[in-house]
Protein backbone atom coordinates (compact mmCIF):
# COMPACT_ATOMS: atom_id res chain seq x y z
CA UNK A 1 0.00 0.00 0.00
CA UNK A 2 1.40 3.62 -0.46
CA UNK A 3 -0.07 7.15 0.69
CA UNK A 4 0.49 9.82 -1.73
CA UNK A 5 0.30 13.73 -1.25
CA UNK A 6 0.77 16.28 -4.07
CA UNK A 7 2.49 19.73 -3.89
CA UNK A 8 3.27 22.44 -5.61
CA UNK A 9 0.15 24.07 -7.38
CA UNK A 10 -1.37 27.30 -7.36
CA UNK A 11 -1.89 30.21 -9.26
CA UNK A 12 0.51 31.12 -12.37
CA UNK A 13 -0.09 33.86 -15.54
CA UNK A 14 -0.37 31.90 -18.86
CA UNK A 15 3.10 30.84 -20.42
CA UNK A 16 4.25 30.52 -16.97
CA UNK A 17 5.44 27.09 -15.23
CA UNK A 18 5.18 25.28 -12.13
CA UNK A 19 6.86 21.89 -10.88
CA UNK A 20 4.46 19.85 -8.82
CA UNK A 21 5.54 16.79 -6.14
CA UNK A 22 3.78 13.96 -5.70
CA UNK A 23 5.21 12.50 -2.14
CA UNK A 24 4.78 8.75 -1.67
CA UNK A 25 5.03 6.92 2.21
CA UNK A 26 4.77 3.12 1.86
CA UNK A 27 6.74 0.12 0.92
CA UNK A 28 5.76 -0.28 -2.61
CA UNK A 29 6.54 3.03 -4.31
CA UNK A 30 9.47 2.15 -5.96
CA UNK A 31 7.94 -0.89 -7.63
CA UNK A 32 4.85 1.64 -8.79
CA UNK A 33 4.21 3.34 -11.45
CA UNK A 34 2.56 6.77 -10.76
CA UNK A 35 0.68 8.71 -13.16
CA UNK A 36 -0.71 12.31 -13.07
CA UNK A 37 -4.41 13.20 -13.76
CA UNK A 38 -6.44 16.37 -13.64
CA UNK A 39 -10.29 17.34 -13.41
CA UNK A 40 -11.99 20.25 -13.67
CA UNK A 41 -15.48 20.22 -12.20
CA UNK A 42 -17.96 19.04 -14.22
CA UNK A 43 -15.64 17.20 -16.53
CA UNK A 44 -14.38 14.11 -16.07
CA UNK A 45 -10.61 13.30 -14.63
CA UNK A 46 -8.19 13.47 -17.48
CA UNK A 47 -4.90 11.29 -17.87
CA UNK A 48 -2.29 14.05 -18.07
CA UNK A 49 1.60 11.35 -17.76
CA UNK A 50 2.53 8.30 -16.47
CA UNK A 51 6.33 7.14 -15.46
CA UNK A 52 7.07 3.73 -14.87
CA UNK A 53 8.59 1.69 -11.82
CA UNK A 54 11.97 1.92 -12.94
CA UNK A 55 11.72 6.28 -14.95
CA UNK A 56 12.47 4.57 -17.82
CA UNK A 57 9.61 4.77 -19.49
CA UNK A 58 7.10 7.40 -20.13
CA UNK A 59 3.99 8.76 -21.72
CA UNK A 60 2.28 12.30 -22.35
CA UNK A 61 -1.07 12.98 -23.53
CA UNK A 62 -0.76 14.90 -26.15
CA UNK A 63 -2.35 17.80 -25.23
CA UNK A 64 0.48 18.47 -22.83
CA UNK A 65 3.59 16.91 -24.83
CA UNK A 66 6.28 18.97 -25.19
CA UNK A 67 5.36 20.99 -22.27
CA UNK A 68 5.45 18.94 -19.46
CA UNK A 69 7.89 16.25 -18.31
CA UNK A 70 7.42 13.57 -15.70
CA UNK A 71 10.32 12.06 -13.83
CA UNK A 72 10.69 10.31 -10.28
CA UNK A 73 13.72 9.80 -7.43
CA UNK A 74 13.00 6.64 -6.07
CA UNK A 75 15.07 7.81 -3.09
CA UNK A 76 12.98 10.41 -2.01
CA UNK A 77 10.05 8.26 -3.01
CA UNK A 78 9.08 11.28 -4.88
CA UNK A 79 7.57 11.86 -8.09
CA UNK A 80 7.90 15.64 -10.29
CA UNK A 81 5.93 16.83 -13.30
CA UNK A 82 7.56 19.94 -14.65
CA UNK A 83 4.65 21.82 -16.55
CA UNK A 84 5.66 24.71 -18.84
CA UNK A 85 3.89 27.04 -20.97
CA UNK A 86 1.32 26.56 -19.23
CA UNK A 87 -2.19 28.17 -20.90
CA UNK A 88 -5.47 29.15 -19.31
CA UNK A 89 -6.69 25.46 -20.54
CA UNK A 90 -4.45 23.69 -17.98
CA UNK A 91 -6.37 25.09 -15.17
CA UNK A 92 -7.60 22.06 -12.70
CA UNK A 93 -7.02 20.12 -9.89
CA UNK A 94 -3.94 17.69 -10.39
CA UNK A 95 -4.01 14.13 -8.87
CA UNK A 96 -1.22 11.93 -8.37
CA UNK A 97 -1.94 8.29 -7.80
CA UNK A 98 -0.04 4.88 -7.82
CA UNK A 99 -0.75 1.82 -10.41
CA UNK A 100 1.08 -1.12 -8.72
CA UNK A 101 1.41 -3.17 -12.10
CA UNK A 102 4.04 -0.82 -12.49
CA UNK A 103 4.35 -0.14 -15.74
CA UNK A 104 2.21 2.77 -16.06
CA UNK A 105 -0.70 3.69 -18.30
CA UNK A 106 -3.48 6.17 -19.10
CA UNK A 107 -6.39 4.39 -18.20
CA UNK A 108 -7.47 5.66 -14.68
CA UNK A 109 -9.07 2.73 -13.47
CA UNK A 110 -6.00 0.57 -13.18
CA UNK A 111 -4.29 2.99 -10.39
CA UNK A 112 -5.16 2.17 -7.11
CA UNK A 113 -4.17 4.75 -4.95
CA UNK A 114 -4.53 8.50 -5.23
CA UNK A 115 -3.68 11.31 -3.59
CA UNK A 116 -6.06 14.37 -2.42
CA UNK A 117 -5.19 16.54 -5.59
CA UNK A 118 -3.82 20.23 -5.79
CA UNK A 119 -4.72 23.03 -7.59
CA UNK A 120 -3.29 24.78 -10.46
CA UNK A 121 -4.45 28.06 -11.96
CA UNK A 122 -3.04 29.68 -15.07
CA UNK A 123 -5.08 32.91 -15.42
CA UNK A 124 -4.92 34.79 -19.17
Known amino acids: QVQLVESGGGLVQDGGSLRLSCAAS????????IGWFRQVPGREREFVAT????????EYADYVKGRFTISRDNAKKTVYLQMNSLKPEDTAVYYC?????????????????WGQGTQVTVSS
Open 97 to 113: AADEAGWGTPQSIQYAY
Open 26 to 33: GDSFSSDA
Open 51 to 58: INWTGGIK
